[in-house]
């Protein structure tokens, strides 16, 4: 099993920054990727960033919704198993729960489930992300 467990999160007026920080434990050699789901309210859950990882061949792929690319950016530190989200010019309709998850399958089946979460087998506890007008 991969535990993952999130920190980073808060209040932040629009146009400000935060960076949220996720540390996996556990059976880490299966992971391909990780990468932060957001789920504002009334909405569905939504993939927003997703970075290669681990033992794959691929290292180093991302992927951004549109909703935040230009602004976000994922990052990674493999030797610490972290995975950051550098969240910049922030908007009133960033505000969300961000949870942290991780996917077991081939970078492209990670992105192309995302909206399913099909692969996506462990989770945070989530972080929330306010961002005021």
């Known amino acids: 099993q991969v535990q993952l467990v999130e920190s980073g999160g808060g209040l932040v007026q629009a146009g400000g920054s935060l960076r949220l920080a996720c540390v996996a434990s556990?059976?880490?050699?299966?992971?391909?990727?990780m990468g932060w789901y957001s789920q504002a309210p009334w909405k569905e859950l939504e993939l927003v960033a997703l970075?290669?990882?681990?033992?794959?061949?691929?290292?180093?792929?991302?992927y951004y919704a549109d909703s935040v690319m230009g602004r976000f950016t994922i990052s990674g530190d493999r030797a610490n198993n972290t995975v950051y989200l550098q969240m910049n010019s922030l908007k009133p309709e960033d505000t969300a729960i961000h949870y942290c998850?991780?996917?077991?399958?081939?970078?492209?089946?990670?992105?192309?489930?995302?909206?399913?979460?099909?692969?996506?087998?462990?989770w945070g506890q989530g972080t929330q992300v306010t961002v005021s007008s």
């Open positions: 998850a991780a996917c077991f399958e081939l970078f492209r089946l990670c992105v192309s489930d995302g909206a399913t979460t099909r692969g996506y087998d462990a």
């Open positions: 556990g059976d880490i050699f299966r992971v391909t990727a």
């Open positions: 970075l290669s990882f681990g033992g794959t061949t691929y290292h180093g792929l991302t």
